[in-house]
């Protein structure tokens, strides 16, 4: 049911720029190899569970607008008897049995809860999927800044989970507009969130430790040169692909005109050998 180990659990450490760094012991006391499936799908039903607004709502007879008088008298009309229009077996009347609205609340106790995060997020780091990052301070929203942190991992085509040390409103409108990076306090992350991402970025001072500072290694020139090589180099695919294409084009052409070219020759001879023969019968 709960799987744990007790060797200690390393991490990836980077710069907020993609410097990578030596490799971090993580708190013993929450990353301990604790993985509880049970308590994590507890936790993940609530939360979905709780997402839900429950509106479905349909009228019943005594709801619907209508049916205040008795449609035809009790007796004489041959048909049977009835009191009101808004009857469920009418069109228009009320609905039996239907939803009226209900609560999909599922409360879970806050142990098991702190459990569950507690699972997921030892199971992200045995999966060398949990990656700590020394700082984030952004002077402003940068969305470029952010994106080439996580080019620099090489995690941007992945589901990503930043937690940052507290609420940081410019990491969290540089994150804003990219579809699959998610940023939210350290505090405030859930089971659902940590297994919906497949890689998590954790800030050092939300896991109560500070790294020293490190230089930043020039890589932006060379990602930009690398960007522009790539892009010369499928322009100049592109260009040979509709250079074949055109050289192709031209050849089917030639042998279209050749092959329409023959059949007049052939009746151009006809025509010569049929002249001359008439040419001999008349002498």
């Known amino acids: 049911m709960a799987e744990t180990t007790n060797s200690t659990i390393k991490a990836a450490a980077y710069t907020s720029g993609g410097t990578e760094r030596e490799r971090v012991d993580l708190p013993a006391d929450l990353f301990d190899g604790t993985i509880n499936m049970p308590v994590m799908h507890q936790a993940v039903k609530a939360y979905l569970s709780n997402q839900r607004l429950g509106l479905a709502y349909t009228k019943t007879r005594g709801l619907v ?29 009320g609905t039996v049995f239907g939803p009226t609205g209900r609560k999909y609340v599922q409360a879970v106790p806050r142990q098991i809860r702190a459990l569950a995060r507690k699972s997921a997020l030892n199971a992200r780091a045995r999966e060398n999927a949990l990656i700590v990052i020394d700082s984030f301070n952004y002077d402003k929203p940068s969305t470029k800044q952010l994106l080439s942190l996580t080019s620099a991992l090489g995690v941007a085509e992945k589901k990503v989970l930043i937690l940052t040390d507290g609420m940081k409103q410019n990491v969290f409108l540089s994150g804003r507009n990219l579809q699959r990076t998610h940023v939210m ?8 969130h940590i297994l919906w991402s497949d890689v998590v970025l ?77 040419k001999k019968k008349g002498k």
Not at 65 to 93: C, D, E, I, L, M
Not at 185 to 192: H, M, Q
């Open 65 to 93: 607008t209508g049916g205040n008088q008795k449609p035809w008298k009790q007796k004489g009309t041959g048909r049977a008897r009835q009191g009101s229009r808004r009857a469920p077996h009418f069109v228009g009347g």
């Open 185 to 192: 306090p350290y505090s405030d992350v859930s089971t659902y």
């Open 202 to 278: 954790v800030e050092s001072n939300a896991l109560g430790y500070q790294l020293e500072g490190v230089d930043e290694k020039p890589r932006a020139v060379g990602s930009k040169s690398e960007g522009k090589s790539q892009r010369a180099a499928k322009a100049e695919a592109k260009a040979e692909a509709k250079a074949a294409k055109k050289s192709a084009a031209k050849k089917t052409a030639a042998r279209a005109e050749a092959k329409a070219a023959k059949p007049k020759a052939k009746t151009a001879k006809k025509s010569a050998a049929k002249k001359s023969a008439g």
